[in-house]
T-cell receptor, first 109, second 121 residues
Framework: KNEVEQSPQNLTAQEGEFITINCSYSVGISALHWLQQHPGGGIVSLFMLSSGKKKHGRLIATINIQEKHSSLHITASHPRDSAVYICAPTRGSQGNLIFGKGTKLSVKP | GAVVSQHPSWVICKSGTSVKIECRSLDFQATTMFWYRQFPKQSLMLMATSNEGSKATYEQGVEKDKFLINHASLTLSTLTVTSAHPEDSSFYIC?????????????????FGPGTRLTVL
């Protein structure tokens, strides 16, 4: 069983829809990153959180450490949100990330 | 957020040659830098973790003599792929963090470079 499970693996949405991507992990962690990877490969860190909820623009991330679950929400989705979203819990004293397989999001106009 | 650059952004080389990839943190001091590799349609995989001034810690299965990592300053880490072969063709990404090493209470965000696409002919 993978240490990090994301769902769904693929998601197609219409512009304006509310989107949720879920992440469950089986290891003990102190923090979790949500990353965005565009087709060219570049990665952007969207959030790092260790409890509760964070909001940045149309993006919201939540985490429940006890339940080992995190969610990423996108409100009023837009075609430019099309990318792969990766859940990456932090483990170890060096802050090493373990990666989910990613959720490929495609937002249609 | 903080900016991390990588150079080159892409490189094509002949089998048997060595390739050096640079990772720089432009506006902060990176105590820790991470090197990742990503094969097509696969997840990122951590190759090694480097702390400034000390030897890198390699993940299991990553040959330290083939992938030489030097973290000579708080703003620069280099990855050298020695005697590259076609199977080394991949997307190499670095990230940088200002986390205090060993301090479990101070996890800091990792900032990623734009990546280097290596093609070995």
């Amino acid at each position: 069983k993978n240490e990090v499970e994301q769902s769904p693996q693929n998601l197609t949405a219409q512009e304006g829809e509310f989107i949720t991507i879920n992440c469950s992990y089986s290891v003990g962690i102190s923090a979790l990153h949500w990353l965005q990877q565009h087709p060219g490969g570049g990665i952007v860190s969207l959030f790092m959180l260790s409890s509760g909820k964070k909001k940045h623009g149309r993006l919201i991330a939540t985490i429940n450490i006890q339940e080992k679950h995190s969610s990423l929400h996108i409100t009023a989705s837009h075609p430019r949100d099309s990318a792969v979203y990766i859940c990456a819990p932090t483990r170890g004293s060096q802050g090493n990330l373990i990666f989910g397989k990613g959720t490929k999001l495609s937002v249609k106009p | 957020g903080a900016v991390v650059s990588q150079h080159p952004s892409w490189v094509i080389c002949k089998s048997g040659t060595s390739v050096k990839i640079e990772c720089r943190s432009l506006d902060f001091q990176a105590t820790t830098m991470f090197w990742y590799r990503q094969f097509p349609k696969q997840s990122l995989m951590l190759m090694a973790t480097s702390n400034e001034g000390s030897k890198a810690t390699y993940e299991q299965g990553v040959e330290k003599d083939k992938f030489l990592i030097n973290h000579a300053s708080l703003t620069l880490s280099t990855l050298t792929v020695t005697s590259a072969h076609p199977e080394d063709s991949s997307f190499y990404i670095c990230s940088a963090s200002s986390q205090l090493a060993g301090d479990l209470s101070s996890y800091n965000e990792q900032f990623f470079g734009p990546g280097t696409r290596l093609t070995v002919l």
